[in-house]
């Protein structure tokens, strides 16, 4: 599976011929052509459901008329919508002729979506009615003309049944060919280490190396019975889906769908009680939920008349996930591989189960706070962040990978110190392995938080508390949550005239001006200095570990 040379883990290569499969856009083509008449997605709200032959003769319309509008490879195609049937269907269409899609969540802030579109100015975006306002001011906001689609009625701008009617050509549709594999396919938006959000440029190799399609590993001990048990399970079944496109999980699971012929059940709204009711009623054989979402399901309980026996695996990432919920979870399902992953979107998987196998399956039932193992065709070291030490088992430091999955870059921006003076990309989060090859995810470099699965930007945070006329200087930190992950705190040094200023104030201040989730949950701490390097930056892991020690 592995080996550990000099303290780098090395992990056997993924050899195939990536030019044979034609690219992303190919591949999607060619597998829900042969998937035909099978379900490819169920709108859980409605009931309704579209089949890949279905998908595919609205995703080939969409491409001819995109390009009919001079939108070609290279060229950027935004979404901004919530679950439904029509979704995907511009997503796959822009892939099918090179174009590059990046999609929005309808719940980001309108700050959020104007600083994204502004990004990476699309030549389009297709939204749901809900966030219409919204995209017309971003545009404005950006300055940008692009041509605004509407899923729904509108009497103002296009609407998307005009991108799905009969068009000249489609039968004799093929999409275009990609000769090399390190072109980039999708931008998926995620937060850096500044705090502000940057698009993510993904090649094709990140969707290879996670696909059927590829090679299986040789020697690996394989539970070849629970593998027939699975393939038997699928026919019919689904897999639960509640991100949206914009996030990593929603677009990998689109292709998987189609790569799987596995039906995408489609939810918008995680809800405990329904849960339960629909992976009974759709078969569901697998799901991704969060953190936040398994101490809500936990906290729910089974009910009795739950249906689970469909349920293979349920998988888990994101964030920390204390071992009182995992135990918990596994008493309510025995009979499902209860997951932990650890991925970064930037690089893909990077970590994982061997969920074929009985040995690592028993294993992490006793030991739940590892992530898993080395994933085939990545290289691992874990280096000490301030002596560039290369450390061995049990010596946490900073992971750093080698991997043709690694991102292509961030678009329009320079991503040239997120690589080592060796080229190793640096994940920018504390980890360590044991003698075995296990890994344990430490802590975080990064400065960006997590509530409850959303990213929360500490420098939006701070940009508004530097605008109160009380605050001399503010870090926003995360303070630990057991179910939502972090807590956002703010540590602020006052201005001398501000003595009458309370930790109330300030919180009712950001209130008034944030997104509900990026409120001040962890509170307000007052200080009289901030640790400083002598180059003048914040040391920010110092302050947390200050406050998290009650030494503030």
């Known amino acids: 599976m592995f080996s550990i040379e000099d303290n ?38 409605t009931d309704q459901s579209d089949s890949f032959e279905s998908l595919l003769q609205r995703s080939v319309r969409t491409a001819i008329a995109l390009k009919k509008r001079g939108i070609g490879k290279g060229d950027i195609i935004t979404g901004c919508s919530n679950n439904h049937l029509e979704a995907s269907v511009p997503i796959i269409a822009s892939i099918f002729i090179g174009a ?80 090399d594999p390190k ?47 699975e393939l038997s399970k699928r026919e019919g079944s689904s897999f639960l889906n509640y991100g949206s496109l914009y996030w990593s999980s929603g677009i990998m699971g689109l292709f998987l769908s189609a790569v799987t012929g596995l039906r995408r059940l489609l939810c918008n709204n995680f809800d405990a009680k329904e849960f339960w009711y629909l992976i009974g009623k759709y078969q569901v054989i697998g799901v991704f939920l969060t953190p936040f979402q398994v101490t809500e399901l936990v906290k729910c309980g089974k009910p009795n008349d739950a249906d689970t026996s469909w349920l293979l695996r349920l998988s888990t990432g994101g964030a920390a996930l204390s071992r009182k919920y995992i135990f918990a979870l596994q008493e309510l399902l025995p009979d499902t591989d209860i997951i932990p992953t650890y991925a970064q979107t930037e690089v893909g998987m990077l970590t994982a189960f061997q969920i074929h196998n009985k040995a690592h399956r028993e294993y992490y039932k006793k030991n739940p706070d590892t992530v898993g193992l080395p994933v085939r065709g990545v290289w691992y070291k874990v280096v000490d ?28 921006r320079d991503f040239s110190n997120r690589y080592d003076k060796d080229g190793w990309f640096r994940t920018g989060d ?123």
């Not at 190799?205 to 019975?225: C, G, I, Q, T």
């Open 430 to 552: 504390i980890v360590k392995y044991d003698e075995n090859g296990y890994f344990y995810v430490v802590d975080r470099l990064k400065e960006m938080l997590k509530y409850r699965g959303w990213h929360i930007p500490p420098a939006i945070l701070e940009l508004e508390l530097s605008h109160h006329p009380a605050v001399k200087r503010v870090v926003v930190i995360g303070k630990p949550h057991e179910e939502d992950g972090d807590h956002p705190m703010a540590v602020i040094v006052l201005e001398e005239d501000a003595k009458d200023v309370t930790a109330k104030d300030i919180e009712r201040y950001v209130e008034e001006r944030v997104d509900e989730k990026q409120r001040l949950r962890g509170g307000v701490k007052f200080v009289t200095s901030i640790p400083m390097t002598p180059s003048g930056k914040i040391k920010r892991r110092k302050l947390r570990r200050m406050v998290l020690d009650g030494r503030i």
């Open 100 to 179: 590059i899609p990046c999609s929005l969540d309808p719940s980001l802030s309108f700050f959020e979506k104007s600083e994204l579109l502004h990004q990476v100015k699309p030549k389009i975006v297709f939204t749901v009615e809900e966030s219409l306002g919204e995209i017309k001011a971003a545009l404005k906001n950006a300055e940008l003309d692009s041509e605004v689609v509407v899923f729904g009625q509108t009497t103002t701008y296009t609407e998307f049944q005009e991108f799905i009617q009969p068009q000249q050509g489609e039968e004799d549709f093929q999409p275009v060919v990609v000769d």
């Open 8 to 45: 780098i883990i090395k992990t056997e290569d993924i050899v195939f011929d990536a030019k044979s499969l034609g690219g992303v856009g190919k591949v999607f083509f060619n597998c829900m052509k042969k998937n035909g008449s099978k379900i490819a997605q169920t709108d859980a709200a």
């Open 385 to 412: 962040p301030e002596t560039e030490t290369v450390l061995g088992p049990n010596e946490p430091g900073e992971l750093r990978v080698k991997s043709k999955t690694v991102m292509n870059g961030y678009y329009n």
């Open 183 to 229: 072109d980039t396919v999708v931008i998926i938006f995620s937060s850096g280490t500044s705090g502000f959000p940057k698009g993510i440029c993904l090649n094709h190799y990140y969707f290879y190396f996670v696909s059927p399609l590829v090679p299986r590993a040789k020697n690996w001990d394989l539970d070849e019975e629970r593998m027939k048990f």
